[in-house]
């Protein structure tokens, strides 16, 4: 096992200095025409690097994965859709930066889960009797609100996030998604 991972680390490097556009031979620099130049081969190799440094440190299981993961470098790559935005859409955001390999998907579902376990939403019925995630007196100073928006001529509210909502909710993933 120890032969293994030190194969897969010296893989890693020779995969690394080829992204970095050196020759993982002489260390030379390879030449800008070459076909190992190209962005998708880089991205590629720089990919396949974080795979094998996952797999050194153990971060694959042989399963499905159960839980939510989410690195610094990851939460700092998050980019959100500007103004405000639901939950589905938060969650869509921090999923094009995560591991699926490692992590399991965010979902709206879970999110507004968690925010309601934390006591920033609530649950309310509506006139049909259903169940709906709201907010209440503590949510706006989260940054959670309600904004009426209309889908095929019916209307209805929806929890929206604004600025100071995506933030908490990023700072606080971890603990959303638990």
Known sequence: MIYDIEKIEKAKAVLQSIANGKDPINGEIIEEDNFVNDPRLIRMFYFVSEV????????????????????????????????NIGVNEIAKCINQQINPLISKKATGMAINKGLKRLGIL?????????????????????????????????????????????????????????
């Open 52 to 83: 094998l440094d996952n797999v050194i440190k153990g971060n694959y299981s042989k399963g499905k994965v159960s839980e939510f993961v989410i690195t610094a470098e990851q939460k700092n790559d998050v980019v959100f859709t500007e103004g």
């Open 122 to 178: 609530s649950e309310a019925m509506d006139d049909l009797g259903k169940k709906r995630t709201t907010t209440n007196e503590k949510s706006i100073d989260y940054g959670f609100q309600l904004e009426k928006r209309n889908y095929n001529g019916v209307e209805y509210y929806m929890v929206v996030i604004d600025d100071k909502g995506k933030k908490y909710i990023l700072d606080n993933i971890e603990e959303i998604m638990k």
